[in-house]
Structure formats: structure tokens, C-alpha cells
Nanobody, 127 residues
Framework: QVQLVESGGGLVQAGGSLRLSCAAS????????MGWFRQAPGKEREFVAT????????GYSDSVKGRFTISRDNAKNTVYLQMNSLKPEDTAIYSC????????????????????WGQGTQVTVSS
């Protein structure tokens, strides 16, 4: 089992940047595919980005492609989400998720793919 703790959220003006971090417990972090999801008030949780356990393969939702970058540091058991050119519609609680991946290139784009979830960190973008 793995525990996930997000950090780095906050209040930022439109056009600004934030970097979220997700720290994982345990010694097997490098075997997990990771993802970031977000949930805005009154909306369902939606996919944001995913990265394979090797870090070589990534994927993004259309709404964040070109603005957000997911990365990981397996030596630090941490996955990151660099968010640039933030918009008010990016306001949400951002959560990271993990799943033990069968292959080095596996990624997950849906909520059902992941087994473990963090509690989330609030991101608020003011206009």
C-alpha cells in the first residue's frame, strides 16, 4: 500500500504559475504509474495528467495540454505538476493517484485505473 500527500496549492492570479508536489510513502514508488486529477465545486473529478513509472511517457487532458507539465523523481518518491498560464477555470482541489503498473510505459487516464489517492490540495486562480 502507498500513501500520498499533496502540497503546493494556493491562491494565484490568472496567468500565474504553481507547482504541486505529491509525496509517496514506501519503497516501491518507481513501480507505480501516477496521475493528477482535479475536482471543482459542483463538478465531477476529472483527469488532468498522467506519467508512467519510468517517467518517459506522459499524457494530458486537452484543457491543460501545453500549460501543465507532469514529472516525477523516483529517488525522492515524488511526482510534480507544474502549472503555468493558470486560468480561473483551473480552480479546483487537485489530487494525485497511484497504481502499480505492469509495464514501464503504462499510464492511466481514468479514475477507475488508480488504486490509491491523496487527500488533495486546493488551487484557486483569481481573475
Amino acid at each position: 500500500q502507498v500513501q500520498l500527500v499533496e502540497s503546493g496549492g494556493g491562491l494565484v492570479q490568472a496567468g500565474g504559475s504553481l507547482r504541486l508536489s505529491c509525496a509517496a510513502s514506501g519503497r516501491t514508488f518507481s513501480t507505480y504509474a501516477m496521475g493528477w486529477f482535479r475536482q471543482a465545486p459542483g463538478k465531477e473529478r476529472e483527469f488532468v495528467a498522467t506519467v508512467s513509472r519510468s517517467g518517459d511517457n506522459t499524457g494530458y487532458s486537452d484543457s491543460v495540454k501545453g500549460r501543465f507539465t507532469i514529472s516525477r523523481d523516483n529517488a525522492k518518491n515524488t511526482v510534480y505538476l507544474q502549472m503555468n498560464s493558470l486560468k480561473p477555470e483551473d480552480t479546483a482541489i487537485y489530487s494525485c493517484a497511484a497504481r502499480s503498473a505492469a509495464t514501464a510505459q503504462s499510464t492511466g487516464f481514468t479514475r477507475g485505473y488508480y488504486d490509491y489517492w491523496g487527500q488533495g490540495t486546493q488551487v484557486t486562480v483569481s481573475s
